[in-house]
């Protein structure tokens, strides 16, 4: 069973929670981590991602959708995904789309934040494209090496996960004419290379969070994931790689569930960065066997798509209407009856089995102090209330267990916080009242 909770004594009729930054902050992180093919989240505990697409940059109506309710975070929301991969664009290479920005990104990613879901950021530049990494590095790496993007991870880090690129790599069959490719394995040995270099040049700027690299061959090539997927992790100085295939594996049921037993036994996590009931010609998959193995083996997965699937509407989740002025495309009462397997099936659906990431310092259990705590996550400024009870004391820690700020209380049961030139993070805020000490984990 998975912490919730601080521990906690009963001294002389009050509630103190035990905190020891020997112990307690030890077991906590500011990311995401990975131990042998689990990913771990900030409490040390399991996470197993369930999730969706989004194929966010796809829709034109963004970013201007942001404000009037209609951009998809909210219904995505309802289907209760643990996380959401979301479709990006260095350079979307059209100059009638609107502008995407970094500000707008980020206002999505809050977005999820706020309710409980992390979001995998992945760019959708170099699709299929393998040769020219000089242009990969001058386009895609440069793109999250720049000073804003480096801001906005370092943000979110405590909910965010970092796809390279999608599908990026060799293909055995590549477009447009599908015939076999000799140079195949060649491209390969310099894909590997390649996408080494690039796990260096990330860390070198404390670029901390997981990154997330898709296998090669349309995202399909599960034996080089096989073959690699230690030798990448190894390479990270900070052991934190996952390894995404994309399950359009158009081959009977029982060799799907050879090729997911075969990857649950790696030694570093794979998840299924895109599943679907068909694959991009709309033949059929074996779904119900991808997902049904995946849930035994504890391997994530993320349905493609919640809305605007460009090839094959049949793997469109809500509405099943691509048109760009439909107004039921991405609504979660929509539903398609593909999105309705992703979301309810009892064997391994989102509502029943997509586990949101564990708060381990929440407050107290049991006679819990009643208290309001917003905005979270913070900007300039968070208001803490309590119910009738005088505060008495604040302190703000890091996750090293570091004091930042003591507040002394004002005998009032609410209080504003300025938290403007707190630096953007997860911190923990204890608060203090003549009833005990309730903790809780606050991200600016």
């Known amino acids: 069973m998975k912490l919730n909770k601080l521990p906690f004594l009963v001294i002389a009729g009050a509630l103190t929670c035990i905190i020891s930054t020997s112990s307690f902050f030890a077991q906590i992180h500011s990311t995401l981590i990975t131990s042998g093919n689990q990913i771990l989240d900030l409490c040390n505990e399991p996470f197993v991602i369930r999730g969706v697409n989004y194929s966010l940059a796809d829709d034109w109506k963004f970013p201007d959708n942001l404000n009037i309710g209609g951009e998809l975070s909210s219904q995505i929301a309802l289907a209760n995904p643990n996380t959401v991969r979301i479709q990006w664009y260095a350079d979307y290479g059209q100059p009638a789309r609107p502008q995407l920005t970094i500000e707008s990104l980020d206002s999505v990613i809050s977005r999820f934040a706020r309710n409980g879901i992390v979001s995998m950021l992945e760019l959708h530049d170099f699709t299929h494209i393998h040769t020219d990494t000089t242009a990969f590095n001058n386009q895609i790496l440069n793109w999250w090496l720049s000073a804003p993007v480096l801001n906005l991870i370092e943000k979110h880090k405590g909910h965010l996960l970092l796809n390279i690129a999608n599908e990026y790599g060799p293909a055995m069959y590549p477009a447009p004419n599908y015939t076999l490719n000799p140079n195949y394995n060649t491209e390969i040995t310099n894909w590997v290379k390649h996408y080494k270099s690039i796990i260096t040049h990330l860390r070198s700027v404390q670029i ?237």
Request: a negative charge; hydrophobic letters at 40%.
């Open 208 to 444: 901390t969070i997981p990154i997330v690299i898709d296998a090669p061959n349309y995202g399909m090539d599960y034996q080089t994931v096989i073959n690699h997927a230690t030798e990448f992790n190894a390479h990270d100085p900070y052991h934190r790689i996952i390894m995404s295939c994309h399950a359009y594996w158009n081959i009977p049921a029982n060799d799907v569930a050879n090729i997911i037993n075969q990857l649950s036994q790696l030694t570093v996590p794979v998840i299924f960065g895109e599943v679907g009931n068909v694959d991009f010609s709309c033949a059929a998959i074996p779904l119900e066997t991808v997902l049904q193995t995946a849930q035994t083996k504890n391997m994530g997965w993320l349905a493609w798509s919640w809305h605007r699937d460009g090839e094959c509407p049949t793997r469109n989740m809500t509405a099943n209407e691509t048109a760009w002025n439909s107004t039921i495309d991405g609504q979660f009462s929509s539903l398609t009856s593909y999105g309705n397997t992703i979301v309810n099936n009892a064997q391994y659906g989102l509502k029943f089995h997509a586990e949101k990431m564990t708060n381990c310092v929440v407050g107290l259990e049991e006679n819990q102090l009643d208290m309001k705590l917003y905005p979270n996550p913070v900007s300039d400024k968070l208001i803490i209330e309590l119910d009738n009870t005088p505060i008495t004391q604040i302190i703000i820690f890091d996750l090293e267990g570091r004091i930042i700020q003591t507040i002394e209380g004002n005998n009032q049961s609410k209080m504003e916080l300025k938290t403007a030139s707190l630096n953007n993070g997860i911190y923990i805020l204890e608060v203090e009242s003549q009833y005990g000490v309730s903790t809780y984990q606050i991200i600016k």
